[in-house]
């Protein structure tokens, strides 16, 4: 069997496994484009297509409805991974100095971090070819989102699909590497400031990302309220909590080590 008559096997046998998603998810919204509304200009008029019509309006108001819940939980996943656990994860390998409780936390963040973008690709898609199929076969996805230019037509998905794919790929590598020399010469290498430098600067752009985001919603809706409004106050005062929180673990553990090495050189 050639490589191109398999691919298609490959992708049914990957469907087939999946839980079943009919309970939730109509055939037509997985496997169908979503209806612009614009096709029911042509149709007519007349009184008998009143309930079709008002069969298309429902319908519609359910997507953005739907569409609005996965949007709102896009948001809050990667807003808990950027802002809470990824710098908690940071702290816990400064604080208490176990490597493996930092790569613990970071490998779960990095996993909600990769869910939370699955979601935000398939609420970015104008059509909604697959549906939480994104989460399972992200290979298939992956080759639908590059067909989608719509999907990178504004600053926060282009953004964040550059962040998502440092945090996974280059972070992990870099702190893979400076463990390993850590257990040849005990001490931080090269490749173990770039480890924390470039941590430091995607949680920062992570944080930016997400106010571009709000932004994006209240640009969106054309409602304050709705948008950058509501959560904007609540995003703020977190981003502002933990930085604070970071910089004054900075501080303590700086002065604790600086006073560490001064009574041993005494």
């Keep these: 069997m050639s490589i191109k008559n398999a691919r298609p096997l490959a992708l049914s046998i990957c469907l087939l496994s999946l839980p079943p998603v009919s309970a939730i998810y109509s055939p037509d919204l997985i496997l169908s484009p979503r209806k612009n509304g614009k096709e029911n200009e042509n149709h007519d008029s007349s009184p ?3 309930n079709h019509n008002d069969g298309n309006e429902s319908e519609k108001e359910f997507e953005d409805e739907d569409e609005e ?15 809470i656990m990824f710098p908690l994860g940071a702290l816990a390998m400064r604080v208490l100095g176990r490597w493996w409780l930092h790569a613990m936390l970071q490998a779960l963040g990095m996993l909600l971090l990769l869910a939370g973008f699955g979601i935000g690709v398939f609420v970015a898609k104008e059509e909604r070819k697959v549906s939480s199929l994104v989460l399972f076969c992200f290979t298939e996805a992956w080759k639908l989102i590059l ?13 964040g699909t550059v962040l998502v794919g440092l945090f996974v790929t280059a972070q992990p590598l870099l702190g893979v590497l400076q463990h390993l020399f850590y257990r040849k010469n005990q001490r931080r290498g090269a490749q173990g400031h770039a480890h924390l430098w470039l941590g430091r600067l995607l949680i920062v ?8 985001g709000l932004a994006l919603v209240g640009d969106d809706d054309d409602d304050d309220d ?11 005062g977190v981003s502002v909590g933990m930085a604070a929180l970071y910089l004054l673990v900075l501080v303590i553990t700086a002065f604790l080590k600086r006073r560490a090495s001064k009574k041993v050189a005494v």
């Excluded at 709102?72 to 950027?82: A, E």
């Excluded at 752009?205 to 571009?212: E, F, S, W």
């Excluded at 709705?226 to 703020?236: C, E, N, R």
């Design 226 to 236: 709705d948008g950058w409004g509501k959560w904007g106050s609540v995003y703020i």
């Design 147 to 159: 067909r989608r230019e719509q999907l990178f037509n504004n600053v926060h998905t282009i953004l």
């Design 48 to 50: 008998f297509a009143q």
């Design 205 to 212: 752009g992570g944080v930016v990302n997400g106010g571009l």
């Design 69 to 83: 819940r996965y949007r709102n939980i896009h948001g809050i996943i990667m807003s808990v991974v950027v802002l």
